[in-house]
């Protein structure tokens, strides 16, 4: 949002020109405390006091390089705007929303938030501001400056806003122990993509035991493994990619029933899992809770590819070491999605002019040193210029920066770019309670105890009545 059309909005928003509009709640697992955290408040009032800045709270999570830059990007905010002040809060993505809800029932809810899935329930519980209602009177902000793929709505009409800033899927590798294993780094662009087998067969060539054997050596020791050829975050956003290339989806073809048991989606699932139990190029899910993310993992030489979040981009450039990016190996139907939470604005706050500030200053990808820098390392811009236009791709994607390896505009970019449909959590309905159930059903799986088909088969039946449809209409 343009900073100079902000003041503009928020006048209109204050006057009552614009429909604020929320149902009732759904249920599930992200419910709060509701309206009533926001009795005897103005939603738009301004509650300053005239020479006094005013405070607004801003939560967010994200990891120790992201807190410091999101810091420093906060106080030169505040130094641009001296009549603002910012409670920047940060808690860990994995208490967030209970730490959120409390806020809620506290009457302490915070003006703007980072958001998960569960911002829709918001939505629709009339805790949040439509996002479409704060633009549809500037003519210098349009839905169509955005990508399709970006937007959290939770009706045709009503949006928690796009995503603030999107990140993807992304298979990093250390590239010293390509060279020292004789193997020519992963490909960077779709036409190139490994097949999956082509991929398997380089995990076991790049997984050493504590003999030097790898994983096709028929003497290779699978209890004593020092360096496996792959690692990977067990999440819906790292198996719904390949599900989607394989002609499967989260829900079944007219989108009434649960998805992930059908064969297509099942033998996604299946394929992850035996990379542990089957070829032994990945740790064990009891292995993994003690081993590190990405960036330490490739860097102390634990894992020679990780297929994880572009998020981890930043922490690998800080590593120190000679990282690489290519394609995700699929070899057919290539598909994938940028995804990432929506900042979202309160109905509770008091201060919407100055929170709007804060919003354009944090998606901005121009507004700051700090943001620049963010966007040039750990996030993706969602304005479609950005992709679309040469200087502007350059302006964060030039693969001069320390955080943009070579072949980061064809492997992670343009595959992205080229071949996105919406994210699985952003479009499907009721998600975060049915994924909790995912989850915890794939712990079986990962550990080898049952098959992606059993398991996915045996929580059908609790998983069904969630299922609501799509946000899109469409089957995701």
């Known amino acids: 949002m343009k900073r100079n059309h902000l003041k503009q909005l928020a006048a209109l928003l204050m006057a009552g020109t614009m429909i604020l509009t929320g149902c009732g709640g759904s249920g599930g697992n992200a419910t709060t405390a509701g309206e009533s955290s926001t ?190 050829g792959v690692m990977f975050a067990p999440n819906w956003n790292v198996y719904m990619p390949f599900i989607y290339s394989n002609g499967g989806a989260y829900l079944n073809e007219d989108m009434t029933e649960f998805g992930l048991n059908d064969p297509k989606a099942a033998e996604v699932i299946q394929n992850f899992a035996d990379l542990i139990n089957v070829y032994h190029v990945a740790p064990t899910a009891i292995q993994s809770n003690s081993m590190p993310a990405a960036a330490t993992a490739l860097a102390s030489k634990q894992a020679a590819m990780y297929i994880d979040g572009s998020w981890n981009h930043l922490d690998l450039a800080e590593a120190g070491i000679n990282w690489g990016v290519g394609v995700l190996p699929i070899d057919k139907n290539y598909t994938t999605f940028f995804d990432g939470g929506s900042l979202i604005i309160f109905k509770a706050t008091e201060h919407l002019e100055e929170t709007l500030k804060l919003y354009q200053w944090i998606t901005n990808p121009e507004s700051s040193a700090e943001i620049t820098e963010m966007f040039r390392s750990i996030w993706l811009p969602v304005h479609k210029e950005y992709y679309t236009d040469g200087e502007k791709l350059d302006f964060w994607a030039s693969e001069e920066f320390p955080a943009r390896p070579e072949g980061f505009k064809d492997a992670v970019v343009q595959s992205t770019y080229d071949h996105q449909v919406i994210a699985t959590e952003i479009d499907v309905k009721n998600f975060n309670e049915i994924d909790t159930m995912v989850k915890a059903a794939l712990q079986q799986v990962w550990a080898g105890d049952k098959t992606a088909e059993e398991a996915m088969t045996e929580i059908k039946t609790s998983v069904d009545p969630l299922v609501g449809g799509t946000y899109s209409g469409n089957r995701s």
């Open 39 to 228: 009795a005897g408040k103005t939603e738009a009032a301004t509650g300053k006091t005239e020479g006094e800045p005013v405070e607004i709270t801003f939560t967010y999570w994200g990891s120790g390089a992201e807190k410091t830059a999101i810091e420093a990007s906060v106080k030169t905010f505040e130094e641009a705007n001296p009549d603002i002040k910012v409670k920047a809060m940060h808690i860990p993505s994995d208490d967030f929303l209970t730490k959120l809800n409390a806020m809620i029932a506290a009457g302490e809810t915070p003006d703007i938030s980072y958001s998960a899935s569960w911002k829709c329930q918001f939505g629709e519980d009339g805790l949040i501001y439509n996002f479409y209602d704060l633009i549809k009177d500037d003519p210098e902000v349009s839905v169509d400056d955005y990508l399709e793929t970006c937007w959290w709505n939770w009706s045709p009409t009503e949006s928690a806003g796009p995503i603030m800033a999107n990140v993807t899927l992304s298979l990093m590798y250390n590239e010293d122990l390509f060279k020292d294993a004789g193997i020519d780094t992963p490909p960077t662009k779709v036409a190139d993509a490994w097949s999956w087998q082509e991929f398997v067969e380089k995990a076991q060539e790049l997984t050493l035991d504590s003999s030097g054997r790898n994983a096709k050596d028929p003497n290779f020791d699978a209890n004593n493994i020092t360096q496996y």
